[in-house]
């Protein structure tokens, strides 16, 4: 089975940075694109960024926008998530997903096929 396990969640102040991993399982890893997303309490699941199998492109939600970083390391099975200016409005438990074969930078749940644990970010003010 594939396994993904995020780390580097935690509290920070407004104005601070993170970045979260995630570690994934299985040989094929560079061959797929990835996500991650995020779920505040009592909210939808929402995407924040992707990027292309090779990480050769990346894409944001306009929230995330010039603040947040997707990046990957297909050597060490690795995905990345450096947030900067962290707002209270980005306290969310933060996901990473494997893309089943859709456009690398789709929003839609149903195109990720597999999901890790989730890391919780928190944002003081």
């Known amino acids: 089975q594939v396994q993904l396990v995020e780390s580097g969640g935690g509290l920070v102040q407004a104005g601070g940075s993170l970045r979260l991993s995630c570690a994934a399982s299985?040989?094929?890893?560079?061959?797929?694109?990835m996500g991650w997303f995020r779920q505040a309490p009592g909210k939808e699941r929402e995407f924040v960024a992707s990027?292309?199998?090779?990480?050769?492109?990346?894409y944001y939600a306009d929230s995330v926008k010039g603040r947040f970083t997707i990046s990957r390391d297909n050597a060490k099975n690795t995905v990345y998530l450096q947030m900067n200016s962290l707002k209270p409005e980005d306290t969310a438990v933060y996901y990473c997903?494997?893309?089943?074969?859709?456009?690398?930078?789709?929003?839609?749940?149903?195109?990720?096929?597999?999901w890790g644990q989730g890391t919780q970010v928190t944002v003081s003010s």
């Open positions: 997903a494997v893309n089943g074969g859709g456009s690398f930078y789709s929003t839609r749940i149903r195109d990720y096929a597999y």
């Open positions: 990027i292309t199998w090779n990480g050769g492109d990346t």
């Open positions: 299985g040989r094929a890893f560079s061959s797929y694109a």
